[in-house]
């Protein structure tokens, strides 16, 4: 018989989806001023949920279904949301649906983006 760990674990489950929009950085300057006009990305967006066992807390479609409807249908119009902005905006809105999120990770075209995450309960 093995001996017991005493390593805790956590589970979690994720969703991916890359989607489309427009936002700007209006505090842009310098050589990255053109940052602060309109630009469009596809937003690699991923959701975690913290789980409990191992069957499905959350179906994956439920959780992808909540990401989309977030998002809206189409290029979503962001403003000057950053990443960080939009990850906080995301798992805030999935709280607000009862989800347990563990964390959002927002990034642009999945060269570097943000993390936020959010203890788990």
């Excluded at 962001?78 to 902005?85: D, F, I, L, T």
């Amino acid at each position: 018989m093995a001996a017991a760990s005493n390593v805790v674990s956590t589970t979690r489950i994720w969703v991916r989806d890359r989607l489309p929009g427009f936002h700007r950085w209006p505090d842009a300057t310098g050589a990255r001023r053109y940052l602060a006009d309109r630009h469009r990305h596809l937003f690699d967006v991923q959701a975690y949920l913290h789980v409990r066992h191992a069957d499905r807390d959350v179906e994956f479609f439920t959780l992808a279904n909540e990401v989309r409807a977030w998002w809206g249908l189409g290029e979503r119009e962001c403003g000057g949301a950053s990443c960080e902005a939009l990850a906080s905006e995301l798992g805030e809105h999935l709280i607000g649906k009862g989800l347990p999120v563990a964390s959002v990770h927002v990034a642009i075209e999945g060269e570097g983006g943000a993390i936020v995450d959010w203890l788990q309960p």
